[in-house]
């Protein structure tokens, strides 16, 4: 066995190894292997020179034919196609958001059928923000106006997104002095696609700003409406106490998975699963118990409200097939592999698709009846709950592994952990940054990729981090990752903090690994630093802050619209993995340098995780020298170095 697991040496976690060798076994093909088959990719996919815009290519530039049919140069081949992924990612967290504010619209004209405003305190602070009058209001009215405003959002065409008002000020400045600031978000998505077909814009640093500018339709726009009605609809999340990874599946239960990124249908089926007649029917099926967990993002979702436990992170679907003890798995949108029916063949596992949006070749096509949507949702479980019969226990193999961990620290949970229920606010966070007892703050977000060792950059970096006092926001599958590492258990992640940030930790009670959601959620960290600025002392933009985002181990085009809006926002980001740009100097130079002159910060590309720390180091290190605060770490009692710093 201990060989076998060599050959899957880019798997770091246990559980993982050992359904990757079950899958050798059962003769599953996972996206382990089927990485093997397509690494040798192709170079003009890679450094981003590939054009097939229009049927005279495709084309494809080398030193020997550097211009396209049309004329088109790398520079405008590769800002044509970096846009283009900015967009995807744009359009799929903004399409998701719009989902919900149409949610919320039924919510609010009596149409809820079991959804509810769960979160009025949500609703009126939100609303208030966007000074909608909401005081001797009802909910109901307060609700409508605001999804007015939201729908407004997605389809103004000539005036500029009023959540971008949401920022500090000075950073809405830079937008509009570079003219970045967006229009609707579908209006900018459908110019990003204008732009980009054949003839049109040419001049890469034109159709890198809009790029920029779509990204900010993104982070401060579809994502935040997304994570704000969330919110008003689920409940904003508090601190609690969960599990992660494959173990969280039960030998002697049915399992249903639930997989993708939005949360309404997966919201359902954690309260129905709680009813005694589904529970009920279960126990006459002959199982002990119903264990609903979650993978990627709907993981996170629903995990931050209900500590459903997560079964694993986009790279871990299929594993959790291959455990054979799956009875269901329901996918919505986004992150959900086309190869899951495939895999779900050599077992019982029934794949169920939800949305109408997605639908997926041998998976079954379920609707959540709008009318009855608690109800549907128990007949979903149900129906699971009679294929637990068709389980082949000779299959069935779940790993042990799990680890326990606390999540749900939004932006609102922070400042309570902070300050209480009537000091609440960011002070203290703030005052220890200041102090230097917190270095700096790092968000690392984003997916796992089968290109390099699942979660050891994540890990290694993580772990080096807090020990140099850095408190780390996480979310997406980064988040699901120190989940499993253990890093997000208080106890532990406070054992593998440096002295000062552990001692803030221990303080507030809370661990220096905060869980902030999903990767729309990115937004949570935009809403967290913004709350640095606005709570004064450490300057009066987000850049400039002491912080820096990282996406480790990323893969989807969601992590480019969010990296370049982090970007865009001020926040250096480091890719463990680069863009496929390297075709065009100037792109490469435009989004690694310029980008530092015109928003204050820039991409950096750093392949391994202890350099990475390093350069964190340094970047926030010359953010704290600009804010006059990189003074020594004030100490309450003197430590050993001390006493021999004494010289007596
Ligand atoms: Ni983000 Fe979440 Fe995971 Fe990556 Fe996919 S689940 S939206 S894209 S893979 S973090
Ligand atoms: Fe080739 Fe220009 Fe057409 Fe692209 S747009 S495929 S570079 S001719």
């Given at each position: 066995m201990s060989t076998e697991i060599q050959d899957y040496k880019k798997v770091g976690d246990q559980a993982s190894q050992e359904m990757l060798i079950k899958a050798t076994g059962d003769c599953v093909d996972t996206c382990f292997d089927r990485y093997e088959t397509q690494k040798n990719h192709c170079k003009f996919g890679t450094t981003g020179v590939c054009c097939r815009i229009c049927h005279m290519g495709p084309c494809r530039i080398t030193a020997r034919s550097p211009l396209g049919v049309c004329g088109a140069d790398a520079d405008t081949i590769v800002a044509r196609n970096y846009l283009r992924e900015v967009v995807g990612g744009t359009a799929a967290h903004s399409d998701h958001g719009r989902?919900?504010?149409?949610?919320?619209?039924?919510?609010?004209?009596?149409?809820?059928?079991?959804?509810?405003?769960?979160?009025?305190?949500a609703l009126r602070y939100n609303a208030k923000l966007y000074g909608i009058e909401e005081a001797g209001r009802t909910k109901q009215e307060v609700a409508l106006d605001l999804v007015e405003l939201f729908l407004g959002e997605f389809s103004s065409q000539e005036e500029t997104l009023k959540t971008l008002t949401l920022a500090p000020e000075?950073?809405?400045?830079?937008?509009?002095?570079?003219?970045?600031?967006?229009?609707?978000?579908?209006?900018?998505?459908?110019?990003?696609?204008?732009?980009?077909?054949?003839?049109?814009?040419?001049?890469?640093?034109?159709?890198?700003?809009h790029a920029f500018r779509t990204a900010l339709a993104d982070g401060w726009g579809g994502s935040r409406v997304a994570t704000i009605v969330s919110d008003i609809l689920f409940g904003t999340p508090k601190p609690i106490k969960s599990e992660a990874n494959l173990g969280v599946l039960k030998e002697a239960n049915i399992n249903i998975l639930i997989h993708g990124h939005e949360p309404a249908l997966s919201e359902m089926l954690a309260v129905a699963v709680q009813s005694p007649d589904v529970k009920e029917y279960a126990k006459k099926a002959g199982a002990n118990?119903?264990?609903?967990?979650?993978?990627?993002?709907?993981a996170n979702e629903?995990?931050?409200?209900?500590?459903?436990?997560?079964?694993?992170?986009?790279?871990?679907?299929e594993l959790a097939i291959i455990t054979g003890a799956v009875e269901m798995m329901v996918i919505d949108v986004q992150?959900?592999?086309?190869s899951l029916p495939k895999v779900a063949e050599k077992y019982h596992t029934e794949i169920i698709s939800t949305a109408e949006i997605a639908k997926t070749v041998g998976a079954s096509h379920v609707e959540l009846n709008e009318d009855t949507p608690l109800e549907s949702a128990k007949e979903l479980i149900k129906r699971a709950i009679d294929n637990f019969k068709n389980r082949d226990a000779s299959k069935v193999s779940i790993p042990k592994a799990t680890s326990s961990m606390v999540a749900g620290f939004s932006v609102d949970a922070i400042k309570y952990m902070l300050g209480g229920t009537f000091r609440a606010s960011f002070r203290p966070l703030n005052d220890a940054i200041i102090a230097n007892?917190?270095?700096?703050?790092?968000?690392?977000?984003?997916?796992?990729?089968?290109?390099?060792?699942?979660?050891?950059?994540?890990?290694?970096?993580?772990k080096e981090l807090i020990k140099r006092n850095v408190l780390v926001l996480k979310t997406g599958c980064a988040a699901i990752a120190s989940g499993k590492a253990g890093m997000m258990k208080p106890e532990i992640g406070i054992e593998m903090a440096g002295a000062?940030?552990?001692?803030?930790?221990?303080?507030?009670?809370?661990?220096?690994?905060?869980?902030?959601?999903?990767?729309?959620?990115?937004?949570?960290?935009?809403?967290?630093?913004?709350?640095?600025?606005?709570?004064?002392?450490?300057?009066?933009?987000?850049?400039?802050?002491?912080?820096?985002?990282?996406?480790?181990?990323?893969m989807s085009e969601k992590a480019i619209a969010i990296g370049s809006y982090f970007v865009a926002s001020g926040v250096d980001v480091i890719l463990g993995n680069p863009f496929y740009t390297s075709g065009s100097e100037n792109v490469v130079k435009f989004l690694n340098e310029d980008t530092k002159e015109l928003f204050g910060a820039s991409f950096h590309d750093c392949a391994d995780p202890m350099e990475a720390a390093d350069l964190i180091m340094e970047i926030i290190g010359e953010a704290r020298e600009k804010l006059g605060i990189n003074k020594k770490a004030e100490r309450k009692l003197y430590d050993m170095q001390d006493r021999r710093d004494l010289d007596v």
């Open positions: 989902h919900l504010v149409l949610r919320l619209k039924k919510v609010a004209q009596g149409n809820g059928n079991g959804y509810t405003i769960k979160d009025e305190k000075k950073r809405q400045g830079v937008w509009s002095n570079l003219e970045v600031t967006p229009k609707g978000i579908d209006r900018t998505v459908v110019e990003a696609m204008h732009r980009t077909t054949m003839g049109v814009d040419h001049d890469y640093k034109s159709l890198l700003m118990g119903i264990t609903l967990a979650g993978l990627c993002c709907t629903i995990l931050m409200r209900h500590g459903v436990p997560v079964a694993g992170n986009f790279l871990q679907q992150c959900c592999m086309p007892r917190i270095f700096g703050v790092v968000g690392i977000v984003g997916c796992s990729n089968p290109n390099c060792e699942l979660e050891n950059y994540t890990n290694v970096l993580t000062g940030l552990r001692e803030v930790c221990e303080t507030v009670g809370i661990p220096p690994v905060l869980h902030m959601g999903s990767c729309v959620d990115n937004c949570r960290i935009l809403e967290a630093a913004s709350e640095l600025v606005f709570e004064g002392g450490l300057g009066d933009d987000l850049a400039g802050l002491p912080a820096v985002g990282v996406a480790p181990e990323w």
